[in-house]
């Protein structure tokens, strides 16, 4: 004796299943949009879906990996990846100005530890000015790191303002 609700389940999850394996193969042939949520739309179903059949899943990372063919758009587009890449360019240059100064900061402290140590440190006063020395720069540093912030997103501002107005007069 079979539920008609569980039969209902199971057919109603194979006419989704159908839909989904129709909209890769579509979207594998026409250079569609090769992704889970892309997918989920042209075949009706909710992600979640998706993410419950893992067979699904793998065949939608699967298609989505293989090459593209003659005449299919990429997914991503090359100024996307110059963008991207520009952006880990620069935050690698400020990663390695931060190293610098942590390694400068470090060398210091240890050579003011092995100094201390040996009996011959400075006295108190010349010390504690050493110490105010170094918060001094810290905050220094600190300043210059909002401050270059700031200034790259004044140059977004200004390039996105150029960009306007460049528009505006273009279709005035």
């Known amino acids: 004796m079979t539920n008609p609700m569980i039969d209902g389940k199971r057919a109603d999850s ?25 997918l989920a739309r042209a075949a009706r179903v909710d992600r979640t879906f998706l993410y419950r059949h893992r067979d699904l899943l793998e065949r939608i990372h699967a298609a989505a990996n293989t090459p593209a063919e003659e005449g299919r758009i990429a997914a991503v587009s090359r100024a996307s990846l110059q963008a991207d890449l520009s952006n880990a360019l620069d935050r690698n240059k400020r990663l390695a100005a931060r190293i610098r100064q942590l390694e400068n900061r470090l060398s210091s402290e240890l050579g003011n530890a092995v100094w201390a140590e040996s009996g011959l440190g400075a006295p108190v006063d010349i010390d504690q000015l050493q110490r105010r020395i170094a918060l001094l720069e ?30 505006l007069n273009h279709h005035g």
Not at 15 to 36: H, P, Q, S, W
Request: glycine share 8%; proline share 0%.
């Open 14 to 38: 194979a006419r989704r299943r159908e839909r989904v394996l129709n909209a890769i193969d579509a979207a594998a042939k026409n250079g569609g949009d090769i992704t889970v949520s892309g």
């Open 138 to 167: 810290q905050e220094a540093s600190a300043k210059q790191g909002e401050l270059d912030e700031r200034t790259e997103e004044l140059e977004a501002a200004r390039a996105a303002n150029r960009e306007l107005t460049r528009a």
